[in-house]
């Protein structure tokens, strides 16, 4: 058996000195520190375009790279930009924290002076980008129509934009092809950095677990040019919006927002959206986790304009069918379902039936429950653990946040092995696990407060903000991790 263990970092928390993580240098020398320690797995987050409240969870495409991640350090080498030109982008400013809105207000001109030289003598494989990418052109399209109109979402464009009149757009067109091309830029950068990272990933033996979200934004290219798809009224506004309901953990439920797809349609189509999704995804990553995966078996349905996920009702799901033809337009990219939550017994039927690995939760197993399903000597082979997610605290301060009960049965369980109730004894736990795959934060491995979580879901703001430093990459830690994974096996 193939056992393996895995890091969880965002390229947006990777060391830089422009205020965000990027494809450059630092991230080819996290990818040399992860092989140094025996880490052969590295999971990132969503990687699109972000929008308000910065959430990779709510991007503008499905499709798209997000520009922030485009380094510029190698637009400076290729002649793209100064080092005058980036004086005003480097960061002496916070160096632990994503200012998005510094990062927004320097970074879109810089783009624009590589875009305009870059076009002074394309490269040849530059056409043939813009072919291959199916998408490319309707995001580009509506990119350049928003950011003409102040980015406002799409349901308040004018009507002849909105409902993309033949007219008005060929004529948007014409008038702004230089607005359009800088889009085309953007994206061919952001996918030849990737792909020479990936190589560079591959090389040195490591694998990029990628993250799929279930739903698109309202507010993106996908609804924009795909309106027959999701359920929408006449003006392009949702009628009924994603969440899920009223449960242990809210009274009111959770209210996402999103639309709802119109599974009749999809399958009509032969579900060739979500193909050409999964084909794009194959190309940036060797796994995808695909989020709210019991989605697919049912979902809960909330009318539009409700404040609260409370008056909502399920709907069945598009069920095995279509996750045997996810499966099939992946190719070689393997799935990853994320099966948490409460579950009925149709969602684990569903997760037997597709033969895809689940997700376990250190942090979900100690409720006084001891037949407690996230315990590891519940788990299958085949699955994965985690010590927690992107929506978790990291290890050190979820332990210091439990109440005496559940941290009393922490305690004895964790002593029981033989481990210590701390940080390093949930990874050993992990570790020890007959999960397939152990992959945990990197905060878990610095031991890091609640000032470095990734999200608090619920919370508008503060989230998805912290970042490593390239000096607590130490060959100490790297030493620490290879001999942990060295010792249980998933070297």
Known sequence: MNRRFGIILPVYSLPSRYGIGSFGKEAHSF???LSRSGVSLWQVLPMGPTGYGDSPYQCFSAFAGNDYFIDLDMLKEEGLLTEEDLKGADAGWDQ???????VYATRYDLLEKASQRFFLSPPEDFDEFIRSASWLRD????????????MIPWTDWPEEYRDRRPGAISA???ENEAMLRHHYFCQYKFFSQWKDLLHHAHRNGIEIVGDAPIYVSMDSADVWGNRELFCLDEKGHPTVV???PPDYFSETGQLWGNPIYRWNEQKESLYEWWGRRMSSAAVLFDYLRIDHFRGFDSYWVIPSGEETAVKGEWKKGPGIEFIRYLKESA???RLIAEDLGLLTQSVKDLLRDSGLPGMKVLEFAFSTDEENEYLPEAYQVNCICYTGTHDNDPAAPWIDSLDEKTLKFFRKYVKGKGLTPDPDGMIRLGMASKARFFIVQMQDLLETGSGSRTNRPGVQEGNWQWRIRAEE???ELS?????????YGRI
């Not at 632990?96 to 510094?102: A, F, I, L, M, P």
């Not at 030493?479 to 010792?487: A, G």
């Open 242 to 244: 994603a969440g899920v």
């Open 31 to 33: 990818v040399d520190f």
């Open 96 to 102: 632990d924290k994503v200012d998005y809105g510094r």
């Open 331 to 333: 190719g070689s990219m």
């Open 139 to 150: 995001y580009a399209l509506y990119m350049s129509i928003k950011r003409s109109l102040g």
């Open 473 to 475: 990459l130490t060959d």
């Open 479 to 487: 030493k620490r991790v290879f001999s942990l994974v060295s010792e």
């Open 172 to 174: 948007f067109i014409s």
